[in-house]
């Protein structure tokens, strides 16, 4: 059975701190694997991975794909109130027609 | 975990001609579903959110008479595209929400690819 697993559930950390927010996933005809940062209606994109061990970068936000070990990790750096969401990470198969998303890790960031 | 379903994951259909996408909460009754489309670069766009027995709220921009949102049940959400034309081809995800232990928590379906000839 296809699927996706974030972790942590929820993550309180203060300003300034550092994050790290994992996805590990299960799925047979594997395409891309997204994250997005979910405030109030939409998901917000933050990044596409295709390929592994290829950072993506921008601003305090990075992430990489370990397609061998199926999984991605999302990193928040000197963490703003601002950066509070829903991260949700989804893999899209092959066929382009699936999207399995994860329930999402919810980070509140406290002054 | 919860699991949201979509059906069917993918259609193809004639201008002018209507679709009825399904999304239904397997395992639990969902207070609230949201229905997304997706545009290019993985952008996710907010269409409506529909609560079961109520009419659904659109979204700024969004047509409710062509895109038709019935919440029949609390597992239940349909999404009909009227009258659909090629500019409507995209792929749709719709949502269900739940609270569970004071959480809030959104569950999201796999998605239904729409092609319009």
């Known amino acids: 059975e296809d699927k996706v697993v974030q972790s942590p559930l929820s993550l309180v950390v203060h300003e300034g701190d550092t994050v790290t927010l994992n996805c590990s996933y299960e799925v047979t005809n594997f395409r891309s694997l997204l994250w997005y940062k979910q405030e109030k209606k939409a998901p917000t994109f933050l990044f596409m991975l295709?390929?592994?061990?290829i950072e993506k970068k921008s601003g305090r936000l990075s992430s990489i794909l370990d397609k061998k070990e199926l999984f991605s990790i999302l990193n928040i750096t000197a963490t703003q109130t601002g950066d509070s969401a829903i991260y949700l990470c989804?893999?899209?198969?092959?066929?382009?027609?699936?999207?399995?998303f994860g329930t999402g890790t919810s980070l509140t960031v406290i002054p | 975990g919860a699991v949201v379903s979509q059906h069917p994951s993918r259609v193809i259909c004639k201008s002018g001609t209507s679709v009825k996408i399904e999304c239904r909460s397997l395992?639990?009754?969902?207070?609230?579903m949201f229905w997304y489309r997706q545009f290019p670069k993985q952008s996710l766009m907010l269409m409506a959110t529909s609560n079961e027995g109520s009419k659904a709220t659109y979204e700024q921009g969004v047509e409710k008479d062509k895109f038709l949102i019935n919440h029949a049940s609390l597992t239940l959400s349909t999404l009909t595209v009227t009258s659909a034309h090629p500019e409507d081809s995209s792929f749709y995800i719709c949502s269900a929400s739940r609270t569970s232990g004071g959480l809030n928590e959104q569950y999201f379906g796999p998605g239904t690819r729409l092609t319009v000839t």
């Open positions: 395992d639990f009754q969902a207070t609230t």
């Open positions: 295709t390929s592994s061990g």
């Open positions: 989804a893999v899209e198969d092959l066929t382009g027609n699936q999207f399995y």
